[in-house]
């Protein structure tokens, strides 16, 4: 059976790029997801309270709720601009830093061939990223998580082209900023880049002592109180963690002592996959591991933190996985998690709930490493070079035009369609006051995002 109608003809491919910008539109309008920049709200009252009205950094709260800054220190150092700008302004910077992020993300996943996937497979790619739920929370949130993962992955790309006396400097920001991209500390020293690690250890330090300079007394509350008291960053057990201690915790059993355990083996098999990853040169794996790693030992992982778990899935499509890789990014374009919302119980609950967390573990067993010179793609100078000038006759079909058209999961390969394989090396309902929650009505312990 022939599948479906590809498009062929440039006008083809902008009426089903429209169509799909349509359909992208209609599900951002309808699906709960839309967060009003809650968390951008919690980093703007932060800073002019500090600033303009000599509060302490982690005594404000969002009028009418219990949340308040969970960073560290230099994270509100480094929002201090936001101070002279009114809201507005700081929601459309915000915007547009993530916008950068995002463009700077993935022209270091899509590598060196970029330009040559087109306008096309592009306009694909964005329309399955608007549906990625870390995404789209990331966006309505105004959440930093973006802009660390761009600054996580600067030192993937110099590692990987070989400018590695220049790497570390944005982990150390990026551990600085939050505490979860200190692992990829510890994945520097398993590769045996010391310098780069040396690096990104001191530029960590150096900004957590200006944060401590600036500020003594809330550097002092955030490291000996703040940063111990998971319960100021919201409850362990609900939906959105998606986290192994979010499991436990919907299970009934948060207790530490197994929760460590976990934690255990799971960095264990981190460590070994890594290892692989940085013995074959493949630095881009070993980054995805250790983003895909961090998710899962946190205490806390709201969804919008599952950004890390881009990567996973350009690195799956580009192993010759791609409809494994869409079917999985398509289940997180979903928010089916939220069906759980209210009642976690039971094996549907226990498989449902946690679905993130499942695909998240998936990954870290299962993504290919070792695949840092992937074969050439047939769209590579040289085959285009060499190859014979197709006949008039019998026209040859440009390698973009195999794109297929809509069907289940489609949007989702897109994006491992646009940037694998490569070549070179590895590569109508209202908002919701429940933060991190859906539109259903806020429960009576919200939670803050993070």
């Given at each position: 059976?022939?599948?479906?109608?590809?498009?062929?003809?440039?006008?083809?491919?902008?009426?089903?790029?429209?169509?799909?910008?349509?359909?992208?539109?209609?599900?951002?309008?309808?699906?709960?997801?839309?967060?009003?920049?809650?968390?951008?709200?919690?980093?703007?009252?932060?800073?002019?309270?500090?600033?303009?009205?000599?509060?302490?950094?982690?005594?404000?709260?969002?009028?009418?709720?219990?949340?308040?800054?969970?960073?560290?220190?230099?994270?509100?150092?480094?929002?201090?601009?936001?101070?002279?700008?009114?809201?507005?302004?700081?929601?459309?910077?915000?915007?547009?830093?993530?916008?950068?992020?995002?463009?700077?993300?993935?022209?270091?996943?899509?590598?060196?061939?970029?330009?040559?996937?087109?306008w096309y497979r592009w306009a694909l790619a964005l329309c399955g990223l608007a549906l990625f739920e870390p995404l789209?929370?990331?966006?309505?949130?105004?959440?930093?998580?973006?802009?660390?993962?761009?600054?996580?992955?600067?030192?993937?790309?110099?590692?990987?082209?070989?400018?590695?006396?220049?790497?570390?400097?944005?982990?150390?920001?990026?551990?600085?900023?939050?505490?979860?991209?200190?692992?990829?500390?510890?994945?520097?020293?398993?590769?045996?880049?010391?310098?780069?690690?040396?690096?990104?250890?001191?530029?960590?330090?150096?900004?957590?002592?200006?944060?401590?300079?600036?500020?003594?007394?809330?550097?002092?509350?955030?490291?000996?109180?703040?940063?111990?008291?998971?319960?100021?960053?919201?409850?362990?057990?609900?939906?959105?963690?998606?986290?192994?201690?979010?499991?436990?915790?919907?299970?009934?059993?948060?207790?530490?002592?197994?929760?460590?355990?976990?934690?255990?083996?799971?960095?264990?098999?981190?460590?070994?996959?890594?290892?692989?990853?940085?013995?074959?040169?493949?630095?881009?794996?070993?980054?995805?591991?250790?983003?895909?790693?961090?998710?899962?030992?946190?205490?806390?992982?709201?969804?919008?933190?599952?950004?890390?778990?881009?990567?996973?899935?350009?690195?799956l499509a580009r192993a010759g996985h791609p409809r494994i890789a869409g079917t999985l990014y398509a289940v997180m374009?979903?928010?089916?998690?939220?069906?759980?919302?209210?009642?976690?119980?039971?094996?549907?609950?226990?498989?449902?709930?946690?679905?993130?967390?499942?695909?998240?573990?998936?990954?870290?067993?299962?993504?290919?490493?070792?695949?840092?010179?992937?074969?050439?793609?047939?769209?590579?100078?040289?085959?285009?070079?060499?190859?014979?000038?197709?006949?008039?006759?019998?026209?040859?079909?440009?390698?973009?035009?195999?794109?297929?058209?809509?069907?289940?999961?489609?949007?989702?390969?897109?994006?491992?369609?646009?940037?694998?394989?490569?070549?070179?090396?590895?590569?109508?309902?209202?908002?919701?006051?429940?933060?991190?929650?859906?539109?259903?009505?806020?429960?009576?312990?919200?939670?803050?995002?993070?």
């Amino acid at each position: 059976m022939r599948g479906p109608t590809r498009p062929t003809t440039g006008r083809g491919r902008l009426l089903l790029v429209l169509l799909l910008v349509a359909a992208v539109t209609v599900f951002t309008a309808t699906v709960p997801l839309l967060r009003d920049w809650f968390d951008l709200r919690v980093y703007y009252g932060t800073v002019h309270t500090w600033v303009h009205h000599g509060g302490r950094i982690y005594d404000y709260r969002v009028p009418g709720t219990e949340y308040g800054f969970t960073y560290p220190p230099f994270a509100a150092v480094g929002m201090l601009p936001m101070a002279l700008v009114g809201l507005h302004l700081a929601i459309a910077a915000s915007l547009l830093l993530n916008l950068a992020a995002l463009a700077f993300v993935l022209r270091i996943l899509a590598g060196p061939g970029w330009r040559r996937w087109g306008w096309y497979r592009w306009a694909l790619a964005l329309c399955g990223l608007a549906l990625f739920e870390p995404l789209r929370d990331t966006f309505s949130f105004g959440q930093v998580n973006l802009i660390l993962l761009a600054l996580v992955l600067a030192d993937c790309c110099l590692l990987r082209s070989g400018r590695g006396r220049w790497a570390g400097i944005g982990t150390g920001l990026a551990a600085a900023v939050k505490l979860t991209p200190a692992l990829f500390i510890l994945m520097l020293l398993i590769g045996r880049r010391w310098r780069a690690a040396g690096v990104a250890t001191a530029v960590a330090l150096a900004a957590t002592g200006l944060a401590a300079w600036a500020d003594p007394r809330a550097s002092r509350f955030y490291w000996t109180q703040a940063l111990w008291d998971t319960g100021r960053v919201g409850r362990l057990d609900y939906v959105s963690n998606q986290s192994l201690q979010g499991v436990l915790a919907r299970l009934g059993h948060p207790d530490k002592p197994l929760w460590a355990i976990l934690v255990l083996l799971t960095l264990a098999v981190w460590a070994w996959r890594t290892r692989k990853a940085v013995a074959a040169g493949d630095w881009t794996a070993a980054f995805a591991l250790t983003g895909l790693a961090a998710c899962l030992v946190s205490p806390i992982t709201w969804v919008h933190h599952l950004v890390w778990v881009l990567p996973s899935f350009v690195l799956l499509a580009r192993a010759g996985h791609p409809r494994i890789a869409g079917t999985l990014y398509a289940v997180m374009c979903t928010s089916v998690v939220w069906l759980w919302f209210d009642d976690a119980s039971g094996i549907d609950g226990f498989l449902g709930s946690n679905i993130y967390t499942w695909i998240t573990l998936g990954l870290l067993l299962g993504l290919p490493v070792g695949q840092s010179r992937p074969a050439r793609s047939p769209l590579s100078r040289t085959a285009r070079v060499t190859a014979p000038a197709p006949s008039t006759a019998n026209p040859v079909t440009r390698a973009v035009s195999h794109q297929s058209a809509p069907s289940p999961g489609a949007v989702a390969a897109a994006i491992g369609t646009v940037l694998g394989p490569g070549r070179g090396r590895g590569l109508g309902r209202r908002p919701s006051s429940e933060p991190t929650g859906s539109t259903r009505p806020a429960a009576s312990k919200p939670q803050s995002s993070s």
